[in-house]
Structure formats: structure tokens, C-alpha cells
């Protein structure tokens, strides 16, 4: 089987796919009433709150418990880089508060070297552990002098055909292969696909430095492929997870949902359910 079709899953959910829990590193289905069993992924599943865009940090949280998830990666709209000490010990509160782990944040563009002191100071005093980023190459070393000072991971994202700085990860690892190993990338499946490269087989290549993921789907393989819900697009998304628990995987698949800015949290919950289904098939 290489891939899940959507009369699969289907039957996959109505034999009890609501019985899958997600915790913080760990996932786990119930084979049967009272036996819960472990599943051999190591991974979480988190949000990449870009998804919810368009909302304000609470409803935004509120969104990501209703979704079951427990890790959350934030992006700037949330809590401002600029933000006070003050504002960034709020926003922790009332994440903390959601019963969310505000890990990361991202993804972060460095364009100077106090943009990156900048997000050092900013990833530091939220007590967040990574920065997915997308720093100039020139900035590499003021990144690594930074990782090296407060111990805080930085995964380079990759940005798909077109852009000018990371477009595949193969153009992320070879600036960073050299650098301290906290220095690795975010494999953004999604943008993986559209410059024609097979996810799979990309985080196997690269998984010494893999250290984050952003999940979606897209419409296409190329340059014009667009965010589609899950299970709806041409990614092998099984293939995918079944190569992600093959490697050991310990990190975070953060779903990223492009489509429906306004309207986001349907969509959002159909690729989280149909992941959570290809975990259960598998």
C-alpha cells in the first residue's frame, strides 16, 4: 500500500478512528475496548499557527485544543517579534493555560544581523526551544553564534520553486551541513512537492539534520501547486508517515494550512483526522 484512498480511510474512521490520542510525543491507537497499544511513531503532531492566520492568539489556541493537537509553532501575527517582555510572558500564560507546548516559533526572516540577535532574544524569552527560519546564507554564522549562546534549535525552511533563498532542501543542507548540528531544516513537504522532489525521500537524505516538518498537501508537482486539505492532493502522504517512522523520527509534523484564510479550521480538521487515519491503518 502506498497510498490511503479516501474510501479507505472512510473505512478506516467508521471502525474507530475517534479512539486515537494524540499526546506530547507520543501517539497511540486502541486495537481493542481497554487495550491501548502503543504505535511505533515517535513523532507529535503540532499546528504551524499560520493556519489560523486570520485569528487572534486566543481563538487561535482555542482552535488548536479543539483539534486535539498539543504543540503549537507561532508565527509572527501571533506575537510580534517587537513584542515586550511583558506581551511575551502573556501570550506563554495564556498558551500554557490551553494546555499547549509553545515550542518554536516561525517561520522567522533574517535579513540583518539584529533581525537575527532579534529572534534569538525574542525564541529565549518565551522559553521556546526552535526558530524555523530563513535567514539570509550570510547570516549563517551570526545564526550558529546564536545557537551556540542560548542552546535554541534553528530549522531552515524550505520555500518551494522561485524562492531565492532555500527553494528545496537540498539547498538548506548544503549551507548548514558544516554548521553546529542545531543548525539543521524544516521540511516543508508541501513546498518539496512543488519543486518536483519526493518528500519521503527528501527527510531521508537529510534526516541527520532533519529537526522539524510542515505538513500539507498540494493540488500539483510543480511551481503552480496549491494547498489542498489532505489526503486530497498528489503528496503520498502514507508513504510519507510510514518513511517518518522508519527513520525514528522524534520531532513535530506541524500541519501548515494555506487554503481558506477565513475559514480554515474545517479543513485543518480533515488533514489532521486523515493523518491521524493513515496512523491507524499503518
Known sequence: MTRIGRRVFMKTAAGGLASVAVVPGKIFTRRRPGGEV?????????????????????????????????????????????????????ARALIEESGLDLYGCGVVYMRTESEVDRAFAYAAAAAMKMIVCAPEPGLLAAVERNVKRTAIRAAIHNHGPGDRLYPTPASAYEKVISLDERIGLCLDIGHAMRAGINPAEAAAAFFDRLLDVHIKDVSRADRDGQTVEIGRGVIDITGFIRKMIELGYAGTLHFEFEKDEKDPLPGVAESVGYVRGVLAAL
Do not use: N, Q, V, W
Open 38 to 90: 502503543k504505535s511505533p511513531a515517535k513523532f507529535s503532531l503540532g499546528l504551524a499557527s499560520y493556519s489560523f492566520r486570520a485569528f487572534d492568539l486566543k481563538r487561535t489556541a482555542a482552535m488548536t485544543r479543539r483539534l486535539g493537537l498539543k504543540r503549537i509553532l507561532l508565527k509572527d501575527m501571533h506575537l510580534p517579534l517587537d513584542s515586550t517582555p511583558a506581551e511575551i510572558a502573556g
